[in-house]
């Protein structure tokens, strides 16, 4: 049973950078799946930040892309986020996500989910 | 951008009724469609993919439907937990990108 759990700091200065990592336990980073950040404002919605592959292939949220950097350990079965220049309207819940498999093929869907961390940018 | 737009914002409804969430398409994303659940306090949960399939684990009384830039999310008669907030969510292929719509809560009336 493949469980994700995100770690890193929960408050970030504005200016500065947001550092988050995903571990991937029960599970390889390198199969054939994507891995995704979600990130959800208090009381709003969710927003995809961008994805990568074990490969180091990535795809971000145009809105973002400027300010994200996501990559890859496989040494360590994990992948990480960072986002920088952040100012109050980054503050969070940060989720990371895999993406669904249905044989080989994905799904574009979000099957594993971590539990998520909050993440505010206060001085 | 494929902008989703889900209706209604709130929709309040008793145990044991039927639940039509309607998630819409700004251009056809085809049957690549996902709905998801989500209590307070925690992360989604996947309930549909590819428009129509349930995910591992989900019951029977969740179904999806629609392709092109029309779906549905059908509750077929609502359980105590599923009140909670519903989001779709598609993928489009160029440029790659992922978007949710802005969600339906369900709530106890």
């Known amino acids: 049973q493949v469980q994700l759990q995100e770690s890193g700091p929960g408050l970030v200065k504005p200016s500065g950078t947001l550092s988050l990592t995903c571990a991937v336990s029960?599970?390889?980073?390198?199969?054939?799946?994507?891995w995704s950040w979600v990130r959800q404002p208090p009381g709003k919605g969710l927003e995809w930040i961008g994805e990568?592959?074990?490969?180091?292939?990535?795809n971000y949220n145009p809105s973002l892309k400027s300010r994200v950097t996501i990559s890859v350990d496989k040494s360590k079965n994990q992948f990480s986020l960072k986002l920088r220049s952040v100012t109050a309207a980054d503050t969070a819940v940060y989720y990371c996500?895999?993406?669904?498999?249905?044989?080989?093929?994905?799904?574009?869907?979000?099957?594993?989910w971590g539990q998520g961390t909050m993440v505010t940018v206060s001085s | 951008e494929i902008v989703l737009t889900q209706s209604p914002a709130t929709l309040s409804l008793s145990p044991g009724e039927r639940a039509t969430l309607s998630c819409r398409a700004s251009q056809s994303v085809s049957s690549y469609l996902a709905w998801y659940q989500q209590k307070p306090g925690q992360a989604p949960r996947l309930l549909i993919y590819d428009a129509s399939n349930r995910a591992t684990g989900i019951p029977a009384r969740f179904s999806g439907s629609g392709s092109g830039t029309d779906f549905t999310l059908t509750i077929s008669s609502l359980e105590p937990e599923d009140f909670a907030v519903y989001y779709c969510?598609?993928?489009?292929?160029?440029?790659?990108?992922?978007?949710f719509g802005p969600g339906t809560k369900v709530d106890i009336k």
């Open positions: 990568i592959y074990h490969s180091g292939s990535t």
């Open positions: 969510q598609q993928r489009s292929n160029w440029p790659p990108e992922i978007t």
């Open positions: 996500a895999r993406d669904l498999l249905v044989g080989a093929t994905t799904r574009d869907a979000f099957d594993i």
């Open positions: 029960g599970g390889s980073i390198s199969s054939s799946n994507w």
